[in-house]
């Protein structure tokens, strides 16, 4: 019996992309409000002071309710606050607020290797 070195190959593939497609999404979800204005920091950091959340904690954002009240807190305090003084700041903020990403990272079945003849 031979192994079909094409069918292992592509799987050991998939797992080495599954695995750097979770390591960038980590590292895009701790980082997703670097593009953040300096001007709506201060609010960044208190919206999830409010909702006792860390910026960086994604999944406490993300839990049912809390992203929309802290997107909510995060405009309150911004449109309140003199800080983001032209217009291009202010809607940077609020595109940077509203790109949380919400998305869960799962890997679902792969596609099994079979072991079998090689195809002549």
Known sequence: MKLNITHI????????????????????????????????????????????CDVGDVKCLCELGTLRRFQLVFEECLSSSASCLTRS????????????????????????ATIGPVPL
């Open 9 to 52: 190959v592509s799987t050991a593939c998939l797992f080495i992309a599954s695995t750097n497609a979770l390591a960038l999404e980590e590292r895009s979800q701790r980082e997703w409000w670097s593009e953040m204005p300096e001007c709506g920091l201060k609010c960044l950091f208190k919206a999830a002071e409010r909702l006792n």
């Open 89 to 112: 700041d202010y809607t940077k903020a609020l595109k940077v607020i509203y790109s949380v990403p919400c998305v869960v990272a799962t890997i679902g079945p792969v596609p099994t």
